[in-house]
């Protein structure tokens, strides 16, 4: 945010953002009684934020609305692209409307995990590429406001209710509701979704002490756990993440993460910063002509691929530590800090993590070396 260069954008932003200073973990004691402990982020007092996505999507979309050399062209989907002769197809909701023809220079995709760009831009670029459906879903619940009108849990902490196979997890929102999900295996989702209403207000009594009916009535429980979508988890991870000079995918199109470890948009909208980086750093920007522009491109994007892919696969297998850990409430570890208030690369960070670990491993199995070598001496 601070390279964006766009004010308006940030303070829009900033003024939707709630900060939070750590996790609020929720659970029951051995005799029954709820409980609830705090684990700060970070010791030197640096936050991370709450920002409601439709709150974001607007924000963006007006910054792109200012910007005069944008034009922004809705319900029309991408249907194909010829990325050598550098032309991409588009077609309009209505059955009977005509394929839109669009010539271009580059065409960056930031089309989402199910990538159209993607999947085109993989019959020319010779692709490593796997995903992933974890066997979780995700349900949306919503915490409204207290009876008074004001936030019904603490406003500054991330709540999680961890309980093995079963997590929710809990945001605060500027109208005081805290925006919730609810993850779990899908089978045992299922059956529940089934069973009598009972069963689901019995789940929640046993996963999540304290929500229903304390926080959620039963009633709005029901209807939000029936009609809101059990949607699936999905990872992917590819290489490379552009083709010659003319395409480039970012975000999820590129590297879609599971979200426990709150990166997923962090490291997109890390490769805005990184690919724009390379794009003048290769000199595009400074090129006098379409060829030495081309091969400054070219250039700049295999940069990019060369940093990022490194880099997002390293996050991947990150966020998919941090789901077991939440999962048994164990919360995140000591690479957070570094990850979220630092703008050092995922990669460096958990080799740094790395090389401390074997320093401790060390230094613990030279003390025990000591006391087994030294006791018998001293006795």
Not at 220 to 245: D, M, R, W
Request: hydrophobic content about 40%; some cysteine; overall charge positive.
């Amino acid at each position: 945010m601070r390279q964006s260069k766009h004010k308006g954008f940030v303070d829009a932003v900033a003024q939707a953002a709630i900060p939070m200073n750590g996790r609020m973990i929720h659970g029951k004691s051995a005799s029954g009684r709820l409980q609830e402990s705090f684990h700060p982020y970070d010791i030197n007092g640096n936050t991370v934020y709450s920002v409601e996505r439709m709150a974001l999507n607007k924000a963006l979309r007006k910054a792109l609305e200012e910007t005069p050399n944008i034009k922004i062209h809705f319900n029309h989907r991408f249907v194909r692209a010829n990325f050598c002769a550098r032309k991409a197809w588009f077609k309009q909701q209505e059955p009977s409307s005509p394929e839109v023809e669009v010539n271009f220079d580059f065409l960056i995709g930031a089309d989402g995990v199910h990538s159209a760009v993607r999947y085109h831009m993989m019959k020319y670029a010779y692709t490593d590429y796997e995903q992933k459906y974890v066997d979780t879903r995700w349900c949306e619940l919503r915490i409204p406001p207290s009876a008074d009108g004001h936030f019904s849990l603490s406003p500054g902490q991330v709540h999680i209710w961890p309980s093995g196979d079963f997590t929710l997890v809990g945001f605060p929102c500027p109208d005081k509701s805290f925006n919730c999900t609810l993850f779990g295996p899908s089978a045992r989702l299922d059956f529940i979704k089934s069973s009598p209403r009972a069963k689901l207000f019995d789940f929640f009594d046993t996963y999540f002490p304290g929500i229903c009916p304390h926080r959620i009535s039963r009633e709005s429980l029901k209807t939000q756990f029936h009609e809101n979508p059990h949607l699936p988890l999905v990872t992917v991870k590819c290489n490379p993440h552009h083709f010659g000079s003319s395409a480039v995918i970012i975000g999820d199109a590129a590297h879609a993460i599971l979200p426990f470890y709150g990166q997923g948009l962090n490291a997109g909208m890390e490769d805005v910063r990184v690919l724009f980086n390379m794009l003048e750093k290769k000199g595009v920007y400074a090129a006098s002509d379409p060829q030495a522009r081309n091969e400054a491109r070219s250039l700049a994007f295999q940069a990019y691929t060369a940093e990022r892919v490194h880099d997002v696969h390293t996050i991947h297998n990150v966020a998919e530590r941090a789901y077991f850990e939440i999962r048994q409430g164990l919360g995140w570890q000591t690479m957070h800090s570094r990850i979220s208030f630092t703008e050092q690369r995922y990669s460096e960070i958990v080799r740094a993590d790395q090389r401390q670990g074997k320093i401790l491993a060390a230094g613990v199995a030279l003390a025990f070396f000591l006391i087994v070598s030294i006791g018998p001496i001293l006795s």
